[in-house]
Nanobody, 124 residues
Framework: QVQLVESGGGLVQAGGSLRLSCAAS????????MGWFRQAPGKEREFVAT????????YYADSVKGRFTISRDNAKNTVYLQMNSLKPEDTAVYYC?????????????????WGQGTQVTVSS
């Protein structure tokens, strides 16, 4: 069982930056691929970024490539999402997720555990 707790969301102006954190429980954090997803009101949850257990592989949605960076610190059981050059269309609840199969995939059903989400609002 893995518990995930996101933090770092908030209100920011367009062009600004935020860093989200996701702290995980458990002693086998490095065995899990981790992902970030987001869900805007009235829309389906969508993939943002993923990172392998070792951190050597990352993959991004086209909409955030070049602006967002996913990273992890396995010693701290934490995954991060650095978000730069934020746009109003980035406004959503952001969720982190853990994949025990280590797939680092872009689809939601690959992930076994989810956090409660953190709100990110970008004003124009």
């Amino acid at each position: 069982q893995v518990q995930l707790v996101e933090s770092g969301g908030g209100l920011v102006q367009a062009g600004g930056s935020l860093r989200l954190s996701c702290a995980a429980s458990g002693r086998t954090f490095s065995n899990y691929a981790m992902g970030w997803f987001r869900q805007a009101p009235g829309k389906e949850r969508e993939f943002v970024a993923t990172i392998s257990g070792s951190g050597s592989y990352t993959y991004y949605a086209d909409s955030v490539k070049g602006r967002f960076t996913i990273s992890r610190d396995n010693a701290k059981n934490t995954v991060y999402l650095q978000m730069n050059s934020l746009k109003p269309e980035d406004t959503a609840v952001y969720y982190c997720a853990a994949d025990g199969g280590g797939r680092a995939a872009s689809y939601t059903h690959a992930y076994d555990y989810w956090g409660q989400g953190t709100q990110v609002t970008v004003s124009s």
